[in-house]
């Protein structure tokens, strides 16, 4: 290749004295790096081919001096004309990095130049400037790529919702783990950990009473360059974790980084739920003990009522216990059933104006001959004028009964019960204050604490004599809280005894309302239409009406009870809602409304659903009376009353 000629200028006689200049500006020729020669204005002289082709001029023809800055990127112009060239002046060299401009593609070259002062050999006078320029775009594209690698990562540092934390393990002499320090945090740290300002210390100077757990793992982290991930708890700080932790920097062995997110939450809501999964299926266990429990009875009830003759004792005792125990199944299913409506907010209390102390003394008194039965005295102590509030009288009644069922479940043979009630408090909202006091086996503390959460038991024995659901106190607690009042518990301990307290606000006016009478059980015999699909429930209800003097049909669909009801016009139509075929009983009900031939009859709907949503649509289809199944045979006779009291004369 051919050296190109140097222009006639100061630098060029510089040039021709240097001995073997030819050789020289051959060798200079052939380098990769840009080199040139400019005159002390910074107007370029002369480039090799190298240098030429960085900055898209051909190789080949003749160099026109230039100025420099002229394929300087614009940011480095000022720099080149305000630092570069005074910089050489001054000092006689200068080394930095700049951006070239490819003359005709325009593309940025990054470069290393060097640039420094020629003199002429002769007088020592300046003459210009020398520079060296090496290509460097890749090493600068990764050093950039790197940079914003490393911006990236610190923005993912502070923004993610993980704690992170990168720390230094300390060992003793033995290399044995003794403390971690915190080099550095992200923003979620102190969020995550509960830990304030820990860049710099020390684990057991934020937490001295942390556990060696932390220590020994993290340590062996560092000492296997392994990463761990798992969850636990560290009882010093309150919480549990979730940790990855990983070698962080292959230099520096005893650097571990930390990802980790606080789970206390989470591992609260899992074992509530495994606590949860444990009572549901302690609670199926005990509900098909207890329904099993009075179906035993039954059974052998009716294999003595088909053995022996009807009038005979035993089948009297039979009857009895028959009787009995379908109304403890009743009772047990009615319990069931209000909690979980509770639950939904699907209960609506009938609320007027009654006297709750009338309430107490007539429930008091009806569970009299019960808690007798068991062997236990019944104290009422109960004021002689009324205790007006504004509630739902039956509801009411149940939060007596149920804790007068609780208190005598769980009292020995011989035992007290006290029902008290009083009334007084701040005048501004005066309260009623009802007790009920046993002298039972008491309350464990551990119990108290959830005595009223639903299936909520003491430890029971295998034969479960105190039985129940555990649902009578959780029902208590919904129907008062629905009152605006509060029940709670107390007992010194097992065998000491329990007092249960509810208090309720007193209504701040007298009663202008009352209960309507109960109606008399009918004594007219009625002409009654059953509509039931299930053959034993229906037989035994129409032997049950027969019974009490009344005429009876069946029909077991709706299309067969409207072609009865229209041949033979009942007095009442006592009507299961879910039957087969195209009416169901709402609609065998707006059939007869729309009917004017069947004007008068009386409706009854039989339903196993008895929410208050329930009875509101069995209303709205037509019905004058809903009846929850079983019916009991007072439930039954009161409705039959009311029939026998809207038949005309």
Aim: charged letters at 25%; aromatic letters at 6%.
């Amino acid at each position: 290749m051919r050296a190109t000629s140097v222009a006639a200028t100061p630098v060029a006689s510089v040039l021709a004295l240097l001995p073997h200049a030819p050789t020289l500006l051959a060798l200079v020729e052939h380098s990769s790096d840009m080199i040139g020669l400019a005159d002390l204005e910074g107007r370029l002289q002369w480039m090799n081919r190298a240098g030429r082709r960085m900055i898209g001029l051909d190789p080949d023809a003749p160099l026109e001096p230039m100025d420099i800055a002229s394929h300087v990127a614009p940011e480095w112009r000022a720099a080149l004309r305000d630092e570069v060239l005074p910089a050489v002046r001054a000092t006689g060299h200068w080394e930095g990095i700049m951006t070239l401009v490819h003359l005709r593609t325009g593309a940025r070259i990054d470069v290393s130049r060097s640039a420094f002062l020629v003199r002429d050999p002769v007088t020592g006078e300046p003459v210009g400037f020398g520079t060296v320029t090496r290509d460097i775009t890749t090493r600068e594209d990764a050093a950039r790529a790197a940079r914003a690698y490393d911006r990236r990562f610190r923005q993912l540092f502070e923004r993610i919702d993980l704690g992170f934390c990168v720390i230094r393990i300390l060992f003793d002499a033995d290399r044995r783990p003794v403390d971690y320090r915190f080099l550095e945090v992200n923003a979620t740290f102190e969020e995550q950990s509960g830990l304030r300002a820990p860049t710099g210390r020390t684990a057991r100077e934020l937490v001295p009473d942390l556990d060696e757990f932390w220590f020994r793992t993290y340590g062996g982290v560092a000492l296997t360059r392994r990463p761990v991930r798992f969850e636990n708890h560290a009882p010093a700080m309150g919480r549990w974790f979730d940790v990855y932790a990983f070698p962080f920097d292959a230099d520096d062995p005893d650097l571990v980084a930390l990802v980790f997110s606080d789970i206390t939450g989470r591992h609260a809501h899992e074992a509530a739920l495994r606590e949860a999964d444990r009572r549901k299926d302690d609670f199926l266990a005990m509900l098909a003990h207890e329904l099993r429990n009075p179906l035993a009875p039954v059974r052998h009830a009716i294999e003595i009522l088909k053995r022996v003759e009807p009038g005979a004792a035993l089948a009297l005792r039979a009857r009895e216990i028959i009787e009995r125990q379908v109304s403890h199944m009743s009772r047990l299913i009615d319990d069931l059933l209000d909690v979980s409506r509770i639950a939904r907010g699907q209960v609506t209390l009938r609320r007027l104006r009654c006297d709750l102390a009338d309430i107490v003394r007539a429930t008091a008194e009806s569970y009299r001959p019960t808690l007798q039965a068991a062997g236990l005295v019944l104290q009422l102590e109960l004021p002689v004028t009324p205790t007006w509030i504004d509630g739902d009288q039956t509801r009411l009644s149940q939060v007596v009964a149920n804790l007068l069922h609780n208190a005598g479940k769980f009292t020995p043979r011989g035992g007290l019960v006290t029902v008290a009630l009083t009334s007084g408090g701040d005048p501004q909202a005066p309260i009623a204050t009802l007790t009920v006091c046993d002298t039972g086996i008491g309350l464990a503390p551990e119990l108290r604490a959830r005595l009223f959460e639903p299936f909520a038991q003491g430890e029971q024995a295998l034969d479960r004599e105190q039985g129940g659901l555990g649902l009578g106190l959780a029902l208590v607690h919904g129907l008062v809280a629905m009152h605006g009042g509060t029940v709670s518990a107390a007992s010194d301990g097992p065998g000491t005894g329990a007092t249960f307290t509810v208090q309720l606000p007193l209504a701040t006016m007298l009663a202008d309302e009352t209960p309507p009478p109960p109606v008399a059980p009918a004594e007219l015999p009625l002409s009654v239409l059953v509509i039931e699909d299930h053959a034993d429930a229906a037989e035994m209800l129409r032997d049950l009406l027969v019974l009490a003097g009344h005429t009876v049909r069946v029909a077991r669909d709706g299309d067969e009870a409207l072609v009865l009801a229209r041949d033979e016009r009942p007095d009442v139509m006592l009507c299961d809602i879910g039957l087969p075929g195209a009416h169901d009983g709402y609609a065998v009900a707006r059939a007869v409304r729309d009917d004017p031939a069947l004007a008068g009859i009386f409706l009854v709907a039989l339903s196993g659903y008895g929410r208050d949503d329930d009875l509101q649509r069995a209303a709205d289809a037509g019905f004058d009376r809903h009846l929850v199944k079983p019916a009991d045979r007072a439930a039954l006779a009161q409705v039959l009353g009311e029939a026998a009291a809207s038949v005309p004369p």
